[in-house]
């Protein structure tokens, strides 16, 4: 292989998900790319650092400071959802399910890892709740043992701070048959049952 493409299949891999044969499919489909092409995925990737940093009120990716949800008046500033990474945030508002605020707490507790309270954006959700008007907090961390350590420890130090938290649900994903779902699975639907009206 030549270097140039050597260089680029291993940056390939450096991607989550992608092994070695889907880094040198890639990099021969850019390969194959006008050169023109090939310079604008360039450019966009050494823009990203340049253009885009963290948002200083919710801690998500952005180009401006604050970001368009926070700065957004239509938004409701009283109802903040609580979210591992950025790419919740993309997620959530794909969905378009949900009208409040972001927080973003880059990251999970995972104390074999030494990532504890300290090293997340805790200290900042805590100093918005004393500083901004929020009657609720939705804790929507992911239902892995990371995450759910993670929502019933905020769950805690929200409720210290006085306001109502709330956690998303769990459990039986849409068009699933119920004989297919896990244990784990079931157990958290079950959980999490809400009434029919």
């Known amino acids: ?16 998900g992608i092994g070695e044969k ?8 850019i390969l194959r790319w006008p050169s023109a092409q090939a310079r604008e995925l360039a450019d966009s990737i050494a ?14 990716f952005s180009e401006k400071d604050p970001c368009s ?7 409701d500033s009283s109802v903040i959802c609580v979210v591992e990474e ?6 959530m508002e794909k969905a378009g399910c949900f009208n409040g605020i972001y927080h973003v707490l880059q990251g999970v507790l995972a104390p074999m890892d030494g990532i504890g309270p300290e090293q997340l954006k805790i200290k900042e959700l805590l100093k918005r709740l004393e500083t901004e008007e929020i009657d609720e907090v939705i804790i929507a961390t ?48 079950m959980e999490f049952r809400t009434n029919i009206s």
Do not use: W
Not at 69 to 75: G, L, Q
Not at 86 to 91: E, I, N, S
């Open 142 to 189: 992911s239902s892995t043992a990371s995450g759910e350590a993670t929502a019933s420890y905020l769950s805690q130090v929200i409720s210290e701070a006085g306001v109502k938290a709330s956690r998303i649900a769990c459990g039986i994903p849409m068009g699933t048959d119920l004989k297919y779902a896990d244990q784990l699975t079931l157990k958290k639907a």
């Open 1 to 16: 292989m030549p270097p140039a493409l050597e260089r680029l299949v291993n940056n390939l891999m450096r991607l989550p």
């Open 86 to 91: 950025p790419g919740d945030v993309l997620a």
């Open 22 to 29: 889907s880094a040198t499919r890639l990099a021969l489909q």
């Open 69 to 75: 949800v926070c700065s957004d008046p239509k938004r």
């Open 47 to 60: 823009m990203l650092h340049d253009c885009i940093g963290l948002c200083s009120r919710c801690f998500t």
